[in-house]
C-alpha cells in the first residue's frame, strides 16, 4: 500500500514530504547536532571502516563521541551491531540517536552518510561540521539514474555543511579526486586534502594496512579536529579490529577463514591486495545482490573472485524480490568468463560452483578446506540479516554461522 501510495504522489510533494519530515524529526528531539561536532564520511568504499576507526581514534583521544554506519552503532558507550541492514537510519530515527548522544555526554558524532541518504533528505536536518569523501566509484547508479547525479548527490553533503554558518565549516577530500570543484567551491574555512601515499604501514594495524586511504583519511579528520598526526598515529596502532571488515574467524583450526564486507569489484581486489601469499589453496565464497542494486557489478564481481581464488563458490546473499537463481548465475558467469579466458590446468567447472544455500556453501568449504588453506567470504560482512522477498528479513550472520560449522568439524569424532 505505501509503495503504491509513493507511485502516485507527484515526485515533487513527495520531496518535499521528506524534507520537511527531516526538519520535523530535528525539531521533536530539539535539534541535537547543534550541540555536537558532527563528522559526515560518504564515498563508494569504505565508509563504515572510516567512522569506526576514527571513533576509536577519538576515544583514544578521550573524546566522548558516538557514531551511526553500516556495520555498528554507537551512542555514546559501548558498540552494538547494527540490525537494520540501512547505512543511515530514517529521519526520527537518526535524530534519535544524535539526541542519546548529546544526552550520554558525546561532544563529538560521526555519520555514515550514504547517497541515497542523501537523496532521500535523511541527512538534511543535521548541522555537520566536516565533511569527508573518501572516494568515487560505479555504485548505485541505476537507482540514481547515472554517474552524474550519483556524484551530484555525494556533493550536497558539502553545499549543506559549507552553508551551516555556526559550524567548522570543513572539507576533507582525496588529493586525486577528479573535479574537486564540485566538493570544495563552497564557502569552507578550511580544505583538507590526503592521500593513502602520505600513511605508512608500519604506523597501522593490520586491519587497516588493506586500505591504506581509509587512514590517511582518518588522519586528515584527526588533524584538522586539532590533533597531532604523531596522536592519531598511536591511535591507530591500537585497532585490533573492524567487525567483518577482514575479519578472522579462528577455532584452532588449521587454515585461516577470514569475513569481509567487500561488495564491489574494487573492493574484492582491494582485499586480496592486503592478503599475505599462502602455501595452499584460496576458497572465495560470495554472492550478488537484488532489489535494483547495480546488476552490472555481478559478473565483475565473479571474474575479480576467479582471478584471485583457486576455488569460487557463489551463494545466495540478499536477493530482496530478484530471483536469486539469476543473481547467482550472474555473478558465475563472470567466474566462468575468466577462466575460459585464463585456461589452466584446473577446468573451469571445477574452479566454480553455485550453491544456493549459503549454510552449505560454508559447509562445502570449511570441509574441503586443508592446512595452509584459506577460505575467504565476501559480501555481507558482520549484517545481521539476509533480506527476500517483499523485505523479509532472516536473521544472519556469517560471523557466528562459521563459528558454529567449526566447531562442528573440530569436535572430535566418536568411536
Not at 569504505?46 to 555498528?72: C, E, F, I, P
Not at 585497532?239 to 578472522?248: D, N, Q, Y
Amino acid at each position: 500500500m505505501i509503495h503504491l501510495l509513493r507511485t502516485c504522489i507527484p515526485k515533487p510533494l513527495l520531496r518535499a514530504y521528506h524534507y520537511a519530515l527531516a526538519f520535523a524529526a530535528a525539531w521533536w528531539y530539539r535539534f541535537p547536532s547543534r550541540r555536537l561536532v558532527v563528522i559526515g564520511v560518504t564515498g563508494t568504499h569504505g565508509k563504515s571502516s572510516v567512522v569506526m576507526a576514527l571513533g576509536h581514534v577519538l576515544r583514544q583521544m578521550g573524546v566522548r563521541v558516538g557514531w551511526t554506519s553500516t556495520a555498528t552503532l554507537s551512542l555514546g558507550d559501548g558498540e552494538q551491531l547494527n540490525v537494520s541492514k540501512m547505512t543511515m537510519p530514517g529521519r526520527f530515527a537518526l535524530q534519535r540517536m544524535l539526541r542519546h548522544m548529546v544526552d550520554a555526554g558525546c561532544t563529538h558524532a560521526i555519520v555514515e552518510t550514504s547517497s541515497e541518504g542523501i537523496v532521500q533528505y535523511r541527512s538534511s536536518a543535521i548541522a555537520y561540521d566536516v565533511a569527508v569523501l573518501l572516494n568515487l566509484a560505479s555504485e548505485h547508479i541505476e537507482s540514481h539514474g547515472g554517474f552524474a547525479r550519483y556524484r551530484a548527490a555525494k556533493a550536497r553533503l558539502f553545499a549543506q555543511t559549507a552553508r551551516t554558518m555556526t559550524k567548522q565549516r570543513i572539507a576533507v577530500v582525496p588529493r586525486e579526486l577528479e573535479h574537486p570543484e564540485e566538493y570544495t567551491a563552497y564557502p569552507f574555512r578550511v580544505v583538507r586534502t590526503f592521500s593513502a601515499g602520505e600513511v605508512s604501514d608500519m604506523v597501522l594495524a593490520p586491519v587497516l594496512r588493506a586500505f591504506p586511504e581509509n587512514a590517511a583519511a582518518v588522519v586528515a579528520v584527526g588533524e584538522v579536529l586539532g590533533f597531532s598526526r604523531v596522536d592519531v598515529y598511536g591511535a591507530l596502532r591500537t585497532v585490533t579490529g573492524l567487525p567483518g571488515r577482514l575479519e578472522s574467524i579462528d577455532l584452532g583450526q588449521a587454515f585461516t577463514v577470514l569475513v569481509d564486507y567487500a561488495h564491489t569489484p574494487h573492493a574484492i581486489d582491494a582485499v586480496y591486495r592486503a592478503l599475505p601469499e599462502i602455501p595452499g589453496r584460496t576458497f572465495h565464497v560470495l554472492g550478488g545482490v537484488g532489489g535494483g542494486r547495480d546488476r552490472w557489478k555481478r559478473p565483475a564481481m565473479g571474474e575479480r573472485a576467479a582471478a584471485h581464488a583457486d576455488v569460487v563458490v557463489v551463494t545466495n546473499e540478499d536477493p530482496y524480490d530478484d530471483d536469486p537463481g539469476v543473481i547467482m548465475e550472474e555473478v558465475a558467469a563472470g567466474a566462468r568468463a575468466w577462466c575460459t579466458a585464463h585456461p589452466s590446468a584446473i577446468l573451469p567447472t571445477e574452479r566454480v560452483r553455485i550453491i544456493a544455500d549459503r549454510r552449505d556453501a560454508f559447509h562445502v568449504v570449511l570441509s574441503e578446506a586443508q592446512p595452509g588453506d584459506r577460505v575467504l567470504v565476501t559480501g555481507k560482512g558482520c549484517e545481521q540479516a539476509i533480506v527476500g522477498p517483499r523485505g523479509q528479513k532472516l536473521p544472519w550472520d556469517d560471523r557466528v554461522v562459521l563459528r558454529e560449522l567449526l566447531r562442528v568439524r573440530n569436535a572430535p569424532s566418536e568411536i
